[in-house]
């Protein structure tokens, strides 16, 4: 069974009916600009002055459905070779704390970013192409119908009921700047604030939504709809089949280690260390706002004691296809465009300094999209990060609940030398042969400057050499440390 085998059953869920956070990353003082992805008031006081990404690409599927079992090698071998099998089936997995199944697809590439310290503010911009998937609300018994075909014998004959399927995908350009800024830094202390704006520029984009359906199978040809109502839209593929705005809000509390009275990141004295803390929590608000394609197909669709004889020998093509099934049982409106909303979330991070060097985070995620919303949706997710960071290195082992699901949590893996960054937050199935139901994988090509030219080259300067003349507005060191005077 090669690669695509089992990409091809994590999408299952999305053809029947993007890692997507990063943990490893999530948490870094060294994380430039993928710290504010997340949380976009971390970049305010950022440990490096300045932070340039040149280039970067993730991807991650999920999915409650169906998971590759009985393999005879790990991932990583059959990547390595490109061929052969290592053998495995699909099978269906069970259900646990969720009452329906769940699929997330997400892929982007990332282009050049900056993120730039400026005493008490940091402003940054960046550009990344995006592509994301969502399934959710399948119910265990569509999910088999799904996975087995209509002509599951055991589901037969029995009538069933669902609410609230949504199939949703987009592809999008972002080009975004970030500001952040430490509002209060008193003793202790420091408050900061910060947000994301991007203007987005639309690719393409699909979208289902079942409000109810009432359907019973019979036999392997025919299929009774009691009642049915549903959303669609579709935007063909363009270079700009759509645009759109998106934001992030966050806030950030640290409890410092020293006296933080008016501090300034990078500008001299006691701004030229970075500032450690005893823990650092924040609350965030991600992906806010939406696309709108102005040239897709949509409508709604309604219809009830539809009767459809030998399903098995539907031969449906496009719009019309589709119409010629439904006539006479169908309540059906056209509209031309459409708008699809951004995987909106909640999120709350909270930093633990263990000693010198080692930390140990946890982040929370929560998707905001409702049940008949035509919105993507964010998958729900808590994570348990150690780690152990440097300037030039840095090691995190992410250990991740994907939709709280307890059973089968994920161990991920983060390597950081100096800018170059590769991570997963699931580990396990590219070294090991149980069973597969997620892949994620992450990469990035950075370039750090720590010190800011105000901090020169971090030498003691000779004595005279920063002497002070009457109007000259040249930057010296702090007087008071802390003081930023």
């Known amino acids: 069974m090669r690669v695509r085998t089992l990409l091809a059953g994590l999408l299952l869920p999305a053809v029947g009916a993007l890692a997507q956070e990063r943990f490893g990353l999530l948490h870094s003082n060294y994380g430039g600009t993928d710290i504010t992805v997340l949380n976009p008031a971390r970049s305010a ?60 697809v997400s892929a982007n590439v990332l282009g050049p970013a900056v993120s730039i310290a400026l005493g008490r503010s940091s402003v940054g911009f960046g550009i990344r192409s995006r592509s994301y998937v969502s399934a959710s609300g399948i119910s265990p018994e569509l999910g088999r119908f799904i996975f087995e075909g209509l002509n599951y014998a055991p589901q037969h004959g029995v009538r069933y009921q669902d609410h609230g399927v949504r199939v949703l995908g987009a592809a999008w350009t972002e080009v975004g700047m970030n ?42 040809a025919r299929i009774d709809i009691h009642e049915f109502s549903a959303r669609y839209g579709f935007a063909a593929p363009a270079i700009n089949a759509g645009t759109g705005w998106g934001a992030d809000l966050g806030i950030t509390y640290e409890r410092t280690l020293d006296e933080v009275n008016d501090h300034r990141p990078h500008r001299g004295g006691a701004g030229c260390t970075p500032l ?45 296809g589709i119409d010629s099934v439904l006539a006479g049982a169908t309540n059906w409106t056209r509209t031309n465009g459409m708008r699809i909303g951004l995987p909106t979330g909640l999120s709350l991070q909270y930093d633990q300094r263990l000693a010198d060097f080692a930390y140990v985070g946890v982040a929370a995620v929560h998707p905001l999209s409702g049940r008949n919303s035509l919105g993507l949706r964010r998958a729900s997710a808590i994570a348990v ?21 307890l059973a089968k949590p994920s161990v991920g893996l983060m390597l950081r030398l100096h800018g170059v ?65």
């Open 45 to 104: 006081a950022q440990w490096p002055w300045m932070d340039i990404r040149l280039v970067g690409a993730d991807a991650f599927a999920w999915n409650s459905l169906v998971a590759w079992t009985g393999r005879d090698r790990p991932m990583i071998d059959e990547l390595r070779s490109n061929g052969g099998g290592s053998g495995g089936d699909l099978v269906m997995r069970s259900l646990h704390l969720s009452r329906t199944h769940r699929a997330n």
């Open 179 to 220: 500001y952040a800024r430490i509002l209060r830094s008193e003793g202790f202390g420091m408050l900061s604030a910060g947000v994301n704006a991007r203007y987005l520029l639309g690719h393409a984009a699909g979208a289902f939504q079942i409000t109810d359906l009432d359907y019973t199978v019979y036999d392997t």
């Open 385 to 405: 990060t150690p780690r152990l960071e440097t300037r030039y290195a840095e090691l995190a082992i992410p250990v991740v609940l994907h939709e709280f699901d």
């Open 276 to 320: 450690r803390y005893r823990y650092r929590v924040g609350l965030s608000l991600v992906d806010l706002g939406g696309l709108r394609f102005a040239q897709a197909e949509a409508g709604t669709v309604s219809a009830g004691a539809l009767s459809i004889p030998d399903h098995g020998d539907m031969r449906v093509r496009g719009i019309e």
């Open 421 to 485: 960054v590769i991570g997963t937050d699931h580990l396990l199935p590219f070294v090991s042969t149980r069973d597969v139901h997620a892949v994620d994988v992450y990469f990035r090509v950075r370039w750090m400057i720590f010190r800011s030219p105000a901090c020169g080259n971090g030498k003691r300067a000779k004595s005279g050499s920063l002497a002070h003349r009457s109007g000259n507005k040249d930057m010296v060191p702090c007087t008071i440390p802390g003081s930023g005077k």
